[in-house]
């Protein structure tokens, strides 16, 4: 079997999709339990490249290698050998040459994730590439929002914030039309990708004001603001973005009571979200950080090309 390669939402068919989403819901009962432990891929070695800060994504992925019994090592860019300079193409190759089964990868250059892909023999998992995708978090989303009942064609959602810079809206945005979904972009004009102002993605609309799409909505997904990717000059304050696209009090009634609310995390409190959100019943953000650890279960099966969920069914 060549290597699996998971660099963007595109890589999966939607049979793939299908079966991912069914294995995550599987697992996510016994992840909200913590009762998992399984041998599914004992033999198989998993390692966490991650050349930018993260803690669900990281942690998820170790903690869902380490309940499926393979080997999981983490490493970061600080303490590593490109601290000292060794190129992506280098280290992909090093640890390539130790045997490593699985690689997830998190780059800040979007580039740089294809290029460790291409000079690495195992399977390949984007853990969120730049501003280009983020596929296992639109897989978790996804999850979350079929049990739900969202994830069909008709439903709409709305994602919010800093489209310009977030990869998480990128695969979502793939995901979500792929099935269906109507999406709407709310975000500022500077918030925006030039290219998609004056034409939004196919299946998807651009609005500007939060408060004239909260109500029509089934679900919103709120972004953080990605001052790291900013220069300094395109940053607009806190309160005034949280005054025009932060979830508050006063919009949380303009939702529908049965409305989805999520966020891939981490959280500006009081910036895209107010503290209030947390204790609302909609709010699934919790929900979305134990989904992730089910979802990526199921993806490091998919790597290795073993069964999605344990042939027996059972623990
Ligand atoms: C996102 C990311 O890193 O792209 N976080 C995550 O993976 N849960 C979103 C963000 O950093 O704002």
């Not at 393979?70 to 303490?79: A, K, L, R, Y």
Request: a neutral charge; proline letters at 6%.
């Amino acid at each position: 079997m060549p290597a699996r390669r998971l660099l963007r939402i595109g890589d999966l068919s939607p049979a793939d999709v299908d079966a991912l989403l069914d294995a995550a819901l599987w697992y996510f009962p016994h992840i909200a339990a913590g009762e998992l432990k399984l041998t599914t891929l004992r033999g198989f070695s998993t390692l966490l490249m991650f050349f930018e800060p993260s803690t669900r994504t990281r942690v998820s992925f170790e903690l869902a290698g380490k309940l499926l019994g393979s080997d999981t090592i983490s490493v970061t860019s600080s303490g590593s050998s490109v601290e000292k300079g060794e190129s992506v193409v280098d280290t992909a190759q090093t640890l390539s040459a130790m045997g490593f089964h699985i690689a997830v990868v998190r780059h800040r250059s979007a580039d740089s994730v294809e290029l460790f892909a291409e000079h690495f023999a195992g399977a390949v998992i984007n853990g969120g590439a730049g501003r280009g995708e983020h596929p296992t978090q639109a897989l978790l989303d996804a999850a979350v929002l079929t049990r739900a009942g969202m994830l069909e064609a008709g439903r709409h959602l709305a994602i919010a914030g800093d489209i310009l810079h977030s990869r998480v809206a990128r695969s979502n945005i793939a995901l979500l039309t792929s099935r269906g979904v109507k999406v709407t972009l709310v975000a500022p004009p500077p918030l925006m990708p030039p290219a998609w102002r004056a034409e939004p993605p196919t299946g998807t609309v651009w609005e500007t004001d939060l408060d004239r799409v909260l109500p029509e909505i089934d679900a919103v997904m709120m972004l953080r603001m990605q001052r790291e990717r900013m220069g300094g000059g395109m940053l607009p304050p806190a309160d005034e973005y949280s005054a025009l696209y932060g979830l508050d009090a006063r919009r949380l009634r303009l939702l529908r009571p049965d409305a989805v609310i999520m966020h891939p995390g981490p959280v500006n409190r009081g910036v895209e979200v107010v503290e209030a959100v947390f204790a609302d019943s909609r709010c699934r953000i919790n929900e979305q950080v134990t989904m992730g650890v089910a979802l990526r279960c199921a993806l490091l099966c998919w790597a290795c090309g073993r069964p999605l969920i344990p042939e027996e069914g059972g623990l």
